[in-house]
């Protein structure tokens, strides 16, 4: 994980007539799942787990009864919050966001600095919500009054319509911008013992939401990297819609791969971070397994990255 900030100054918002169209994409009413809540066995012990990360012990925990949203929230739910609000995200305010080298068009591939642990990861100028690949690039081609800019090649959205990439989740928001959005429709970020009660779905310590195979009959049930990584994908890289795969036994969709999710909690006693929860498409088993129910990472809450999302809960 890492953190955009610096030295870069703050970039423009939206293009105002963009976002408008692109909050009226937006459903009207918040929907959410109610759950009733009940003990579980949290964490794991698989020898899949990462020893640093504190997936374990497994212990049970007991959960109130709640609500969480069926989806992460989408870039036209966000774009109906900036309309409304001004709201400017950390990435606006930093000036920059960091994106997988293999979402950059050329000049921007060349020109932004890697990072050097994780040298997969650049530092781009202008990347936003809004700009998720770097400015002029929202995968929009063909969308009536937009300059035709298409997704870049190798992308999931290349040559996406406005529709399209509306139901797409949110990414380039930090834990604070997660936050304010949840202030303004009334909700709140899961914890992450809810997060994880609701992504297993009822399913007791099997490490995907669906069981214990990853791919059953060698169907692909979450959006992760294919391919060698980070140079070698076999399949298109980046967000699916919020909603693409089935959903789990308790009616989430995507709660492993695609973006990863803030939540409400720390990551350890030590470690004041927030927690997010999920994995995400870039999440390849030859440097980053946690695609599993019970994998977790923390970052700084201001931190925002192109493979990083929210999804909303509420208290019952």
Known sequence: MGSSGGESTAVPGPDGQLLTELAALAPQDLAMIGLSGGTFLMGSEDPLAYPDDGEGPVREVGIEGFAIAATTVTVAEFAAFVASTGHRTDAETHG?????????AGGLHETS???????WWRQVTGATWFHPAGTGITGTAGVP????????????LEGATLSHWATHPVTHVSRTDAEAYAQWVGARLPSEAEWEFASRGGLEQQPYPWGAVREPGGEARMNTFTGVFPDGPTQPVGTVPADWYRPNGFGLHNTTGNVWEWTSSEFSAHDPRPVLRGGSYMCHDSYCRRYRTSARTAATPDTSLGHTGFRLALSV
Do not use: E
């Open 96 to 104: 920059d966001s960091l994106v997988f080298a293999g979402l950059l």
């Open 145 to 156: 009054g937009v300059p035709d800019v298409p997704g870049v090649p190798g992308s999931t």
């Open 113 to 119: 600095p890697a990072v050097q642990a994780t040298p």
